[in-house]
């Protein structure tokens, strides 16, 4: 059974940074999509950005380009989220999400074509 297991959530404040870690288990992610979701009080759920293994290269939404680097550890099976000049729109629960097969490129910024998820991470940036 596929486990996403995030960390790395917490309070900072606006301009500082985070790193957000998801270890997937259970399944394989050689070549499959990672990537990261959040959600806001009150919001819908939004993408933030996405890898797709051993294809082609991350994407970003606009809001966290520039700002927000999302990388791989391959040998961990394991997504990174490092996140600067973080601001207080950036707060959220940011989820963990997986597919696999890897998706196209299309379909990788609706969370409705992901099959795994994570329990979500709190990540709060005060003004």
């Known amino acids: 059974q596929v486990q996403l297991a995030e960390s790395g959530g917490g309070w900072v404040q606006a301009g500082g940074s985070l790193r957000l870690s998801c270890a997937a288990s259970?399944?394989?992610?050689?070549?499959?999509?990672m990537g990261w979701f959040r959600q806001a009080p009150g919001k819908e759920r939004e993408f933030v950005a996405v890898i797709r293994w051993s294809f082609g290269g991350p994407s970003y939404a606009d809001a966290v380009k520039g700002r927000f680097t999302i990388s791989r550890d391959s040998a961990k099976n394991t997504v990174y989220l490092q996140m600067n000049s973080l601001k207080p729109e950036d707060t959220a629960v940011y989820y963990c999400a997986a597919h696999t097969p890897r998706l196209i490129l299309s379909a990788i910024y609706s969370g409705q074509n992901y099959a795994y998820w994570g329990q979500g991470t709190q990540v709060t940036v005060a003004s």
């Open positions: 259970g399944g394989a992610f050689s070549s499959g999509t």
